[in-house]
């Protein structure tokens, strides 16, 4: 498994390089948001599709050449997400609240 992850991290790795040198102001990238997420997760002996914690919880990546506003960093840290607080906030702001 760690292979396979260590594949895809150097396809992304190039995604973002891609997407990075044609983001400048005016670029055709300036306003992408990159999204990658798994439908499901894998054992360390490469099992999916079971019902373990492991075989069952997925990650999602994001990246963009923006700078989120600082309202979305105050619910986000390094290692986590709350993904109920960040969809709240959008709510708040899409309705005018926040």
Known sequence: MIQKLE?????????I???????????????????????HGQTLNGDHG????????TSLFAWSPKTP???VLSVLDHSSCN????YSWFLRRRL???
């Open 96 to 98: 005018g609240d926040a």
């Open 83 to 86: 993904v109920d607080q960040v």
């Open 17 to 39: 390089d891609t997407l990075r040198s044609l983001s400048k102001p005016g670029g055709t990238h300036e306003n992408t948001l990159l999204l990658v997420m798994g439908d």
């Open 50 to 57: 079971g019902g373990t914690a492991e075989e069952v919880e």
């Open 69 to 71: 506003p600082d309202a």
């Open 7 to 15: 594949q895809y991290n150097k396809i992304l790795e190039g995604v």
